[in-house]
């Protein structure tokens, strides 16, 4: 039974790797679950494996909505997860980016590597600039993103960032808080410029 009144797209980004702590992948799925339950469409990479396979996975299984946006040059590797029904085929990297920008309403971003980080932080670059609106919830399962968090307040304790840059994200420990948050709108926020 799919989802019928859907509340708007979470895009999500998250590792593809798969020799990882089950944990993270747990949290995946749970994340998966709970978007489905709440009414949220996940939309992802699309891919088969780790925690996007994961969240897949578990938003599937709750009977919710899953969009793929995947390169062509992945789906032509046979790195498309054959679960998916609704499926985007972009031309390359920067398409699908920016695709899935387009059609967020907002943002979570799991555990990753270097692709996941590189995501994370454009759409904070993009947030800070006023490009894009939606908010931007890290789920820090295990503590995993506290280095980065340690850095990007850093840099605003040496004057790169500006304080309100801060507001730029919110941390969530475990997938119910970030659906909380997700829940939780709040006030626009206008970000100092840091010129």
């Not at 990297?93 to 996941?116: C, E, F, N, Y």
């Not at 994370?120 to 995993?144: C, D, M, S």
């Not at 968090?149 to 801060?166: C, T, W």
């Not at 507001?167 to 969530?172: G, N, R, S, T, Y």
Request: proline letters at 3%; a negative charge.
């Amino acid at each position: 039974m799919k989802q019928e009144n859907i509340r708007g797209n979470v895009i999500v980004f998250a590792a593809s790797s798969a020799n990882i702590d089950k944990r993270y992948l747990e949290d995946a799925r749970e994340l998966g679950t709970l978007l489905a339950r709440e009414g949220w469409r996940c939309v992802n990479g699309g891919g088969a494996v780790g925690l996007m396979g994961a969240v897949t996975d578990g938003a599937l299984d709750a009977g919710g909505m899953v969009t793929g946006v995947i390169p062509k040059f992945m789906v032509d590797k046979g790195w498309l997860y054959s679960r998916l029904e609704d499926v985007i085929v972009t031309a390359d990297m920067h398409q699908r980016k920016q695709m899935m920008s387009d059609m967020a309403d907002a943002v979570i971003a799991l555990p990753g590597g270097v692709g996941t980080l590189e995501e994370l932080l454009e759409t904070l670059t993009w947030r800070q600039l006023g490009l894009v609106k939606h908010p931007v919830i890290i789920l820090n399962t295990l503590g995993y993103y506290d280095a980065l968090l340690a850095l990007l307040d850093h840099a605003v304790n040496e004057g790169f960032m500006k304080g309100s840059h801060r507001l730029l994200w919110q941390v969530a420990d475990t997938p119910a808080q970030a659906i909380a948050l997700l829940a939780d709108e709040g006030p626009a926020v206008e970000f100092e410029s840091k010129y």
